[in-house]
């Protein structure tokens, strides 16, 4: 649309202002102002409600207002109450992300009809009073589709004591942009004391109800009778006769529903822990979101909030204890549903299966502990936005506890319609669970009629006669304000419109489960959308593999030398947890965020090896010399460098072994262009591709060429640029790097070929090395990258490739079709994998590992892996600098595809040099195919927990050997909740179970 159209021309002439210095953040706003709907859509129905506005409160005495500026928010304790300064209404007081503190002082007159503080502020704050008391919070944040609010660029402060005739008040205040984007400035508009003309303000809500609904509906002749009666009542309100425009509505709002559909109506305010802003100013918006919610408790019959996120309640209960209390109270009587049971709403690609059952377990433990829920009450897992779902999670939430999953993401596959909205999700084992996504695919609805007759429309379940509708601004969060209360509850029996009950979601899933849900859909739920997540913010997945592999090191060594550091790991776990937010660890967020992301990640991998050396201490002394402890499942047979000499390890499962001197390897040898160990040989070209990889047999492996490095055109993806890739960049031929001062070299046990390789904003570093005695070539790679909107990837196209490819995710693999014979296959152009994929053709398999990449394509004959983006928003910065990563390849047997998983978790899990420790095999199984994931400490009293699962997806029987003493050995869920007594000599795995085993005694 054309701005300048705009009904509102402060907005039409900032937006020129904005064109004319930042062209791109202009065509964000132009995008922002075309999705704010109603107002563009319907100008005369907008400057009628305009005319009513102006109406309703009417000025009775101004307020003085001060303010104290600060970059960072200041404690309400800590306020300097010498330091504010007037502040002038009109006043622009600060960009982006400052903050200040508002003191609003004044006498209240004698007055006829009840007064209402107004605050007028472009942006969110949290009022006081001089107790510091929170009373109430403000928000004039416009979001996508908002409907207009009956106090313009005012809003009312409830529950503020006018009775002695004198206010003083604070309002701890913030701007955090326009519509979520980082533009304009805040400004203070004034405060005042008004009366409200009661009337007036009903009509306004009547009006804007029924507007929106003639304008929606596709029963013309409802149109034409509510647009009659819209224009009877507007007639005579510019008579003044308010009552009797009222009087004109009142038959068309009295009108009951006919139809048999009903919405359950939940209020939400979905608040993302970082995104635009940092994770200091969320736990501000949680307290403002959570007084708002609080404040329409008291207010609003039934109404039911939803809140979905522990780690935001465990702030407030730290910070804001008083509305943390009431929080508390409001769960207790039910107008308070706790959602989610994760600790926070996380990305389910990226994160490893321990942390995922670790989001449940801690944020479960918070919500029974804080609000004395028992598991019936935390049936659900509530993550709308997060983008795409593992193909294991079922199995992870079931035995978690939960039941039923909401989300609304799958609304926005950019190539498919996603075919139902309510059906049973089978994961890769078989652990279904009962899913609902809102049908009008937005977890911000505004509830107004255009949103629930679309909610309607395009609901392929909407015979079995429900819904859920949850409501409230969101993202930035804020929940449901006066436009959702006013709306919605005029539209609960209304003509036209399905009816709305308001209620909780579990009660709504509750009812949704006694009925017969047609569909089942087997395997992840792929977002077709957001697949550049996988890439963007290189080092924040880095960090976060690195640190849940040294948690796994620590835990491991403390329940096997019985140390007690539960208290210790928990705030760490707390940390990692909260940055595989969803809008964190995928790398969507502006640049403070990713920079304090990466500065707690190089924490806490201080402190885990902190306590790894302290556990390594209390292992008993062995023989003298070095040893490495293998904290893996697998026996591993490999090379070592220690102190610039090599040594070589034979350890088992969760043992230390003696390192002894590396002895020579004479099949290692090289040529200008090849390098060989013997069972593999490699050839390259002048560029640096391998054209010929060869095992003992002469058996050609490496097809049309493995390890392109290619630049791949990345264009600005407007307006998702971090999260999106555009899927035509096939299309365009890459630009194919070549390698220079290319030199080989014997090292010990290894032979490694060094090349350079350069273009004007990229240089890479490469080692390609081949070890003594194994067929993994790796590729230590160390990148500086400059570059802006293009796409660094390595390409593999190797002789056996086969119609579908394995792809390691939380506890076992997923297959996915390496071909794009429709429009699914064509829009899974990039997957998720986490340590390796492989692909066979019955034959023969090629499989490549990586440690800490997850974005790949594998379609036609290639596999190609993202190694670096380089987008512009929300960080301009992303991602430019030096990284550091491995990736490698093998063959292997297609029968033998454990063989690719002990390669994964060997590239991932390397040893562990001690100083002489000793360690006998703590854990093992008799089946290969079983992994034990996690040896920790009990979460509770006392005992040794080992998660175990079949990582082959065939049905196992296996023994469990322990070399620890126990008096009972118990099968529990995933939250340690015993289901029965464990027989370690014969343990039964369905394809792809976890089990997790509770060693006491």
Same mark, same amino acid.
């Given at each position: 649309m054309d701005h300048r159209n705009y009904p509102d021309a402060r907005l039409s002439r900032w937006f020129e202002s904005i064109r004319g210095h930042n062209a791109r953040k202009a065509r964000m706003i132009g995008f922002a102002v075309e999705l704010i709907g109603f107002a563009a859509q319907h100008p005369r129905e907008y400057r009628r409600l305009l005319s009513i506005r102006s109406r309703i409160y009417q000025r009775v005495a101004g307020l003085k207002a001060e303010i104290l500026r600060s970059d960072e928010p200041i404690p309400f304790d800590a306020v300097d109450r010498a330091a504010f300064r007037a502040l002038r209404p009109g006043t622009a007081w600060g960009g982006v992300g400052d903050c200040a503190w508002l003191r609003i002082t004044g006498a209240v007159p004698a007055a006829t009809g009840e007064l209402h503080l107004m605050l007028g502020i472009r942006g969110e704050g949290l009022v006081f009073s001089p107790e510091g008391v929170v009373l109430d919070s403000?928000?004039?944040?416009?979001q996508q589709g908002d409907l207009p609010h009956s106090g313009g660029r005012f809003r009312p402060v409830r529950d503020v004591d006018l009775s002695n005739g004198r206010i003083e008040l604070y309002a701890d205040v913030a701007y955090n942009g326009?519509?979520?984007?980082?533009?304009?400035?805040?400004?203070?508009?004034?405060?005042?004391?008004?009366?409200?003309?009661?009337?007036?303000?009903?009509?306004?809500?009547?009006?804007?109800?029924?507007?929106?609904?003639?304008?929606?509906?596709?029963?013309?002749?409802?149109?034409?009778?509510?647009?009659?009666?819209l224009d009877a009542a507007y007639r005579r309100f510019g008579a003044g006769d308010a009552a009797g425009a009222r009087q004109a509505l009142a038959p068309s709002l009295a009108a009951p529903s006919e139809s048999e559909f009903v919405y359950t109506a939940v209020g939400h305010g979905h608040l993302d822990m970082a995104w635009l802003w940092p994770l200091r100013e969320t736990h501000r918006k949680a307290a403002r979101t959570y007084a708002k919610a609080l404040g329409n408790i008291d207010r609003t019959d039934s109404l039911v909030y939803g809140t979905s996120q522990p780690q935001q309640m465990q702030w407030m209960k730290e910070q804001q204890p008083a509305l943390f209390e009431r929080l508390r109270n409001a769960a207790a009587a039910g107008r308070v549903e706790l959602q989610g049971s994760f600790w926070v709403e996380p990305d389910t690609n990226l994160p490893g299966g321990e942390s995922l059952v670790r989001q449940a377990l801690v944020g479960r433990r918070f919500l029974q502990d804080e609000f004395a829920l028992d598991a019936d009450d935390l049936r659900m897992c509530w993550l709308p936005d997060t983008f795409g779902y593992s193909g294991n999670l079922p199995q992870i939430l079931k035995k978690s506890g939960m039941d039923w999953f909401s989300t609304i993401k799958l609304a926005w596959n950019k190539v498919n319609t996603f075919p139902h909205r309510t059906f049973h999700w089978e994961g890769i084992d078989g652990s279904s669970v009962l899913v609902h996504m809102p049908p009008e695919g937005d977890y911000n609805a505004r509830g107004a009629a255009d949103g629930l007759l679309k909610g309607i429309a395009q609901y392929p379940e909407r015979d079995l006669g429900t819904a859920l509708l949850v409501y409230g601004s969101g993202d930035g969060g804020g929940g449901p304000g006066e436009v959702h209360v006013e709306v919605t509850g005029r539209e609960m029996n209304l003509r036209g419109l399905p009816r709305i009950e308001f209620g909780s979601a579990t009660s709504f899933f509750r009812r949704l489960e006694t009925m017969e849900i047609a569909h089942t859909h087997v395997g992840e739920l792929y977002l077709e959308t957001h697949q550049g997540t996988y890439t963007t913010q290189a080092r924040i997945k880095r960090f976060n593999r690195i640190v849940e592999r040294k948690l796994h090191n620590v835990e491991s060594l403390a329940a096997i030398v019985g140390a007690d550091i539960?208290?210790?790991?928990? +705030?760490?776990?707390?940390?990692?947890?909260?940055?595989?937010?969803? *809008?964190?660890? #995928?790398?969507?967020?502006?640049?403070r965020v990713n920079r304090e992301a990466v500065s707690a990640y190089r924490r806490i991998e201080r402190e885990l090896d902190a306590h790894l050396g302290v556990l390594i201490e209390a292992l008993p002394a062995g023989p003298a010399g070095r040893t490495a402890l293998n904290l893996t499942n697998f026996p591993r047979r490999e090379h070592i460098r220690i102190d610039g000499e090599w040594f070589h390890a034979e350890a088992a499962p969760y043992a230390a072994a003696v390192v002894e001197p590396a002895q020579p390897a004479p099949e290692l040898a090289f040529t200008p262009d090849t390098m060989t160990n013997g069972i593999l040989t490699l050839r390259f070209d002048a560029s640096g591709e391998i054209v010929s990889c060869t095992d003992r047999e002469g058996a050609e492996l490496a097809g049309a060429g493995l390890n392109r490095l290619v630049l791949h055109d990345d264009p600005y993806?407007? +307006?998702?640029?971090?999260?999106?890739?555009?899927?035509?960049?096939? *299309?365009?031929? #890459?630009?194919?790097?070549?390698?220079?001062?290319?030199?080989?070299?014997?090292?010990?046990?290894?032979?490694?070929r060094s090349a350079l390789y350069r273009y004007p904003k990229v240089f890479i570093e490469q080692n390609v090395i081949l070890e003594a005695g194994s067929d993994v070539v790796r590729f230590d790679t160390v990148v500086t990258w400059r570059e802006t909107h293009k796409m660094l990837r390595a390409e593999f196209r190797p002789e056996h490739y086969g119609e579908s490819v394995q792809s390691e995710i939380q506890f076992g693999h997923i297959s996915r079709p390496t071909t794009e014979r429709d429009s699914v296959e064509r829009a899974q152009f990039e997957i998720c994998a986490h340590k390796w994929i492989a692909t066979d053709d019955g034959t023969a398999g090629f499989a490549l590992l990586n440690d800490s990449k997850y974005g790949h394509r594998a379609k036609n004959g290639l596999i190609s892996l993202n190694l670096l983006r380089a987008p512009t928003f929300p960080d301009k910065t992303a991602d430019r600098g030096i990284h550091r990563f491995t990736y490698a390849f093998t063959p292997y047997a297609p029968a033998d595809l454990g063989k690719v998983i002990r390669e994964g978790y060997r590239l991932n899990n390397p040893l562990v040099v001690t100083a002489g420790a000793e360690l006998p095999t703590f854990a093992s199984t008799d089946q290969a195919g079983i992994v034990i994931e996690t040896i920790k400490p009990a979460e509770s009293g006392s005992g040794v927990v080992l998660r175990l699962y079949e990582s082959l997806g065939v049905p196992t029987v296996t023994r469990l050997n322990v070399s620890r003493p126990y008096a009972s050995a118990r099968e529990t869920n995933l939250m340690e909740i015993p289901q029965g007594d464990a027989d370690l000599a014969r343990l039964e795995f369905s394809p792809f179970e976890i089990k997790t085993i509770h060693l006491e005694g």
């Open positions: 403000v928000s004039t944040v416009w326009f519509l979520l984007y980082e533009v304009g400035k805040a400004v203070y508009h004034g405060a005042h004391l008004a009366t409200r003309d009661d009337e007036m303000f009903a009509l306004y809500y009547d009006m804007l109800t029924l507007s929106v609904l003639a304008v929606s509906t596709d029963d013309e002749s409802l149109s034409r009778e509510v647009h009659a009666a539960r208290a210790d790991l928990a +705030p760490i776990w707390r940390d990692v947890l909260l940055n595989q937010f969803h *809008d964190i660890i #995928p790398g969507s967020s502006i640049e993806q407007f +307006p998702f640029d971090a999260w999106d890739i555009g899927m035509d960049y096939v *299309d365009k031929p #890459p630009q194919v790097l070549s390698a220079a001062h290319v030199r080989t070299c014997l090292d010990g046990p290894t032979v490694v």
